[in-house]
């Protein structure tokens, strides 16, 4: 289970896996706008997070950023961290 640590967002927290794959599966926010966020959860399921990233990134609701931003930004921490060398 990954964990991210959210900046400027109602949601504070966000967790998810990557399956073998490359799937994103398990999104979820802690915090933030309920529904909205089982929304973005729900559409993340099954896709990668090179799907997922140009979707969300640079959407921004507060102080130049949003919980999908956050989120894109979060997926791009994984990717990088996970590169194949």
């Known amino acids: 289970m990954n964990v991210y640590k959210t900046k400027g967002t109602c949601s504070t927290q966000i967790f998810f896996d990557v399956t ?9 926010f ?3 706008c ?8 729900r559409l993340s399921e ?3 997070p090179e799907e997922i990233i140009p979707l969300l990134k640079g959407i921004q ?4 950023t949003s919980c999908g931003d956050q989120f894109a930004q979060a997926l791009e921490k994984y990717v990088e961290e996970h590169k194949k060398v």
């Open 20 to 28: 073998e794959d490359g799937k994103v599966t398990g999104v979820k």
């Open 30 to 32: 802690i915090g933030g």
């Open 34 to 41: 309920r529904g909205n966020l089982q929304a973005v959860a």
């Open 46 to 48: 099954g896709k990668t």
């Open 61 to 64: 609701c507060r102080g130049g």
